[in-house]
T-cell receptor
């Protein structure tokens, strides 16, 4: 089947910017999401972007959407050790009025001093 | 506290045993879902429900049953546990349309020996 794809690991230095990339599959996805998962915890919604937008900024987070290439990215400015986690992108796929969330495998972000 | 509550947090089963994972939400969300999370595979949808009395299969439904007798509760049943069902299970809910993303429970870590 078609997958939502993410690179599995990213290592950055504290204070630098992190960019996590995602390629999704469904061009009709209405919303695209970024979730954060800390060790032993559930998923926390970080941000989302509506498909008619190119960019969304929320404090240190910037989401870029390239619909032509079906590419989504999450930029974290001034990355801190507390940002170390797994980041999942997710697209919505509609079926009979219900939008299923389809996840990528997750990108593990490691922040080092 | 408003949110999605899952119980138990941890469970060990022997092959062939049955059990029910509980999920409850107090946000009056119509949509509820069960996901399993396995290393390197992201989250995969097991079953979902768009309202009381309505359930449907996700990507990996085999070996699992669900029911939705009330808006608040969405239990997941394993009828005859198998080692392949060792995973972390997450319940999630959202309002109709799901534009604001899903709210996830903290997860149930299940080991089948």
């Amino acid at each position: 089947g078609e997958d939502v794809e993410q690179s599995l690991f990213l290592s950055v230095r504290e204070g630098d910017s992190s960019v996590i990339n995602c390629t999704y599959t469904d061009s009709s996805s209405t919303y695209l999401y970024w979730y954060k998962q800390e060790p032993g915890a559930g998923l926390q919604l970080l941000t989302y972007i509506f498909s008619n937008m190119d960019m969304k900024q929320d404090q240190r987070l910037t989401v870029l959407l390239n619909k032509k290439d079906k590419h989504l990215s999450l930029r974290i400015a001034d990355t801190q050790t507390g940002d170390s986690a797994i980041y999942f992108c997710a697209e919505t796929r509609g079926s009979g009025g219900y939008n299923k969330l389809i996840f990528g495998a997750g990108t593990r972000l490691a922040v080092h001093p | 506290n408003a949110g999605v509550t899952q119980t138990p947090k941890f469970q060990v089963l022997k092959t062939g045993q049955s059990m029910t994972l509980q999920c409850a939400q107090d946000m009056n969300h119509e949509y509820m879902s069960w996901y399993r999370q396995d290393p390197g595979m992201g989250l995969r949808l097991i079953h979902y429900s768009v309202g009381a009395g309505i359930t449907d299969q996700g990507e990996v439904p085999n070996g699992y049953n669900v029911s939705r007798s009330t808006t608040e509760d969405f239990p997941l049943r394993l009828l005859s546990a198998a080692p392949s069902q060792t995973s972390v299970y997450f319940c999630a809910s959202t309002s109709r349309g799901g534009s604001k993303g899903y709210t996830f429970g903290s997860g149930t870590r299940l080991t089948v020996v």
